[in-house]
């Protein structure tokens, strides 16, 4: 064996020298403004994000979507103009995205930008803040660098940990949605229980009304924004029993009520019913000829399977490194962090538990083609929190950790910016979504100005001319559509005149659609028999640019055709 080195040895003068430069820079760290290091960072955040937006494939604006992005858009651009359709999502992100909607029109890929760049530009760093305040509240400023840090660092870790079969699907499909660059509501939802998270952690050690308050409202609005990620309240209402504190608890149901009020409008308002409490006869009722979209009640939201589960777990060794080791730092996590909070430990174990147990075994997502990831990126925050919390196992490092202490004057000026932020909130979390929801125009699935495709509902304002040449030949032509740098293509749905006929007609025309045709010019033309045809001319794209696959972002009203 070979023999340690001693004092006064070559060895042990340079192992001496590295801990005083390490103890040197961490009393100089730790005198830096928070504000200095944690802009860095989110600049950091950025830098990487960026990298991951040029190398992913993607087609201009348009990167890997997870198929709801369009009833988010049109919902919102349709509200913006005073009308309220089927109400399928939540009404939180429609609402957060209506000053874009208002402006860029009917087309998703047109407010594409506006959408990324309000994600990576706003809500990314939001999150970083909100992770650091985390930290801080439970170990001090080091503490909390270390986890915005862990925060930045562990998605791009995680392309190491895949395969090499693997490793294409987890950088395209699940990192530009963990990174905001979609426009799906997983993304800001994830964030605002961040932001939930951090006014908690503060509520309870604080022992003040406003953060408890805050961290309903930011709560209530994330299950606003994805109502199926309510799985959070698991974690919330864990670390309130753990915590043994009656104000925060009352707090935090307080700040919860509006915005669970203002989903129960939005539903009600939006289906005619709520789903969660009304039972499959009424949820056929309030569909109506429009058929039935969902089981109602709880296992609406809720489609658990155990061998789907055991799927996902065992697809967790096929496509990682090691599944144990990642047990282990989850599980290590819980136990390091419980030495320093307990309440802290409850929030992060509960909340992240929830949505493995759950958004595991819903047949929905699979860890195969990394639908799954999306689905669990709302608890992201509780496992990244879990990871960075396995350097407390060391002895004697929670005992080191120092918590922050605010001046008198910093305590009241925080409490009055934080009074103003509850007001704001609530106006803009539930005040405004339940005035709008109240009087907006009604229309459903059937209205002209909209069309219930398989990807989800879109605006249907393309303008298209029909004519017939030479008594049996179809010409239809419409505008160009030009979006930037993301190229598109034009889908031609028809209805053949043997299914106008029938019965299938009471269910909305739509219903008899089928594809026929994929291409890049603005006009088709086809010779017909006689007989009466519907057409639809939908504008698609995808993220890799090609035919044979991609979501319709704008259609054409119903045009119908006569060949005698």
């Given at each position: 064996?070979?023999?340690e ?6 060895a ?9 430069v ?10 830096v ?6 802009a ?7 830098l990487l ?19 709801d992005?369009?009833w988010f858009?049109?919902t919102s ?11 399928a ?8 995205l209506?000053?874009?909607s208002?402006?860029?029109?009917p087309?998703?890929?047109h407010?594409l ?16 803040l ?22 930045i ?8 940990f895949t395969?090499?079969?693997f ?12 990174l ?13 229980f ?5 006014f908690?952690?503060?509520?309870v ?7 408890g ?11 606003g ?17 753990a915590?043994?504190?009656w ?6 149901g ?9 989903l129960?409008?939005?539903k009600?308002r ?8 009304q039972g499959?006869?009424?949820?056929r ?10 089981l109602?009640?709880l ?28 047990e282990?730092?989850?599980l290590?996590g ?6 320093r ?5 409850a ?19 699979k860890?195969?083609?990394?639908s799954?990831?999306?689905?669990l990126i709302?608890?992201?925050p ?8 396995t350097p ?13 202490v ?7 000026r ?6 103003v ?13 339940v005035?709008?929801a109240s ?30 040449l ?11 559509q ?12 028809r209805a ?11 269910s909305?025309?739509d219903?008899?659609?089928q594809?026929?045709a994929?291409?890049?010019?603005p006009?088709?033309?086809e ?6 045809y519907?057409?639809?001319?939908a504008?698609?794209?995808n ?5 044979n ?15 005698h």
């Amino acid at each position: 064996m070979a023999a340690e080195p001693h004092a006064g040895t070559p060895a042990a003068s340079k192992a001496e020298q590295a801990a005083s430069v390490l103890r040197a820079a961490y009393a100089r760290l730790e005198h830096v403004r928070p504000r200095y290091i944690v802009a860095g960072l989110v600049g950091f955040e950025w830098l990487l994000t960026l990298g991951l937006a040029l190398t992913v494939r993607h087609n201009g604006w348009l990167y890997y979507q997870g198929g709801d992005q369009s009833w988010f858009y049109t919902t919102s651009w349709m509200l913006a103009h005073g009308k309220l359709p089927y109400a399928a999502v939540g009404y939180g992100y429609s609402v957060l995205l209506m000053p874009i909607s208002l402006f860029a029109g009917p087309s998703l890929l047109h407010a594409l930008p506006a959408i990324v760049l309000l994600n990576v530009l706003v809500l990314l760093p939001v999150a970083v803040l909100a992770m650091y305040g985390i930290g801080e509240r439970i170990g001090g400023r080091m503490f909390g660098y270390w986890l915005a840090l862990s925060w930045i660092a562990v998605p791009f870790i995680g392309i190491k940990f895949t395969d090499a079969g693997f490793h294409q699907r987890y950088t395209e499909a699940a990192l530009p949605q963990g990174l905001g660059l979609t426009a799906m509501s997983d993304f800001p939802s994830m964030v605002m229980f961040a932001v939930a998270a951090y006014f908690l952690v503060r509520a309870v050690d604080r022992q003040t009304w406003t953060e408890g308050v805050l961290a309903g409202l930011f709560a209530g609005f994330g299950i606003g924004v994805k109502p199926s990620s309510a799985l959070f309240l698991a974690g919330a209402g864990a670390a309130l029993v753990a915590y043994r504190r009656w104000r925060p608890a009352v707090a935090f149901g307080a700040g919860l009520a509006p915005c669970i009020f203002a989903l129960w409008e939005w539903k009600s308002r939006g289906r005619g019913y709520v789903p969660l409490l009304q039972g499959e006869h009424a949820y056929r009722l309030a569909a109506g000829a429009q058929g039935v979209i969902g089981l109602g009640r709880l296992h609406h939201y809720l489609h658990l399977s155990w061998a789907q589960w055991v799927t996902n777990y065992n697809a967790v060794q096929e496509h990682f490194w090691s599944r144990r080791l990642l047990e282990w730092l989850i599980l290590a996590g819980a136990i390091g962090l419980m030495r320093r909070s307990v309440g802290a430990a409850a929030l992060a174990t509960g909340w992240l538990a929830a949505f493995v147990i759950a958004k595991g075994a819903d047949m929905v997502g699979k860890i195969d083609d990394a639908s799954l990831f999306r689905l669990l990126i709302p608890a992201t925050p509780a496992f990244v929190l879990l990871l960075a919390a396995t350097p407390l196992l060391l002895p004697g490092v929670p005992r080191r950790l120092r918590a922050q202490v605010a001046t008198p004057t910093q305590t009241r000026r925080t409490a009055r910016a934080l009074r103003v932020l509850v007001v704001a909130a609530t106006l803009v979390f539930a005040v405004v979504p339940v005035a709008l929801a109240s009087s907006a125009q009604r229309v459903g699935l059937v209205a002209p100005s909209i069309y219930d495709g398989e990807a989800g509902l879109v605006p249907a304002t393309l303008p298209v001319q029909a004519k017939v040449l030479h008594g049996t030949t179809v010409l239809l032509t419409w505008p160009a559509q030009h979006v930037g740098p993301t190229r598109v293509f034009y889908t031609v749905l028809r209805a053949l005149p043997s299914c106008l006929t029938t019965a299938a007609k009471a269910s909305g025309n739509d219903y008899c659609l089928q594809d026929i045709a994929r291409l890049r010019t603005p006009s088709w033309q086809e010779s017909l028999s006689p007989g009466v045809y519907g057409y639809r001319i939908a504008v698609s794209a995808n993220w890799l640019n090609r035919l044979n696959r991609g979501d319709q972002y704008l259609v054409s009203p119903w045009i119908s055709v006569t060949i005698h």
